[in-house]
């Protein structure tokens, strides 16, 4: 059951990095590309607004996922790591905590800035915000897969 | 809670969340050993987890306060102060974890 789990919080996890990383990149201020559109172009070229909505759910849903699995990473998987002397690996799970969490603090402003036409103040507001959960979620996204490889990646 | 007042959810979510993780003011732990809740630190059960707490009271003091605040004031609240306040208490949180890597 927790294998399914740990896969189907994955999963989402990808789903999450993907549209998050779109929007992101959408609302960066680079200058347009000239002549035929780059790939990286096409890539931030989508309706930006759009993604807010499964973002949030994404967002709670994985971060719900997190929550079941953590039981069995603070019984079995953090003792491991504190075996094997690995501070850097609880370190950096700790953030991970943090920046989850703080996300979801976060979702509520960050839905309503998508939700409202862009005034004084809001454009780079709703910018900065979705490049700060950007990086929650690129944080998460690497850590988890680390920590769950970290015995196959460690001698 | 409508508009306004979740700009002041947001901003002050991650400071309550960071303060009640320095200051173990979790609402309650959970221990997945004994696969029990409790209000307060109960030994002899094994590990325990404070993260559901920690969010918890955050969550609660965070809306406590946006429900507080008159609407004006709120209003008036510049949307920025969402993101700096949070990515001030981001920076706050990775000094304080340095700990770990030291």
Redesign the interface.
Known sequence: MIVVLLILHGLLAVGLLGAITHQALSVLPLAAAKGPRTFIGRFRGVNAPAYATPIVVLFVVTAIGGALLYPQYRIDVRPALEDMQNAAANGVFEIKEHLIAIGLGLLPAYWQLWQQPPENGATSARRAVTLLLAFFVWWGFIVGHVLNNIRGLLP | ?K?PA??I???L??VF??AA?YFDLALFR?Y??ARQFHWARTDGI??V?L??G??VT??LA?AAVAVAVPRSVAERL???W??IV??L??VV??IY?R???V
Do not use: D
């Open positions: 809670m508009g979740l700009k959810f947001s901003m979510f991650g969340y960071i993780f959970y997945p050993e094994g590990v987890i993260w559901y920690w969010i955050a969550a965070s510049s949307p920025r969402v993101w949070t990515a208490v981001v949180t990775l974890e700990r770990y890597f």
